[in-house]
């Protein structure tokens, strides 16, 4: 599932990123991904797969 449509991220990658680089918030995902930086509407979603992935590890 795509999270992020307007830059084709979807919840995979986010929790690969999780789970292989560690980041674990909104602010380095941004580092590392342009996600949130058109619309800004997977923020909120981006978020809450950030924090599930973080809580089942
Ligand atoms: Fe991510 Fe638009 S859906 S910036």
């Known amino acids: 599932m795509y999270?992020?449509?307007?830059h084709g991220i979807?919840?995979?990658k986010l929790r690969k990123l999780?789970?292989?680089?560690g980041v674990s918030?909104?602010?380095h995902v941004r580092?590392?991904?342009p996600?949130?930086?058109?619309?800004g509407k997977c923020i909120r979603?981006?978020?809450?797969?950030l924090?599930?992935?973080i809580t089942n590890t």
């Open 3 to 6: 999270v992020c449509l307007c």
């Open 10 to 12: 979807s919840d995979k």
């Open 18 to 21: 999780a789970i292989e680089e």
């Open 25 to 27: 918030d909104i602010k």
């Open 31 to 33: 580092k590392v991904t």
């Open 35 to 39: 996600l949130g930086s058109q619309c």
């Open 45 to 49: 979603s981006a978020r809450e797969i």
């Open 51 to 53: 924090e599930e992935e």
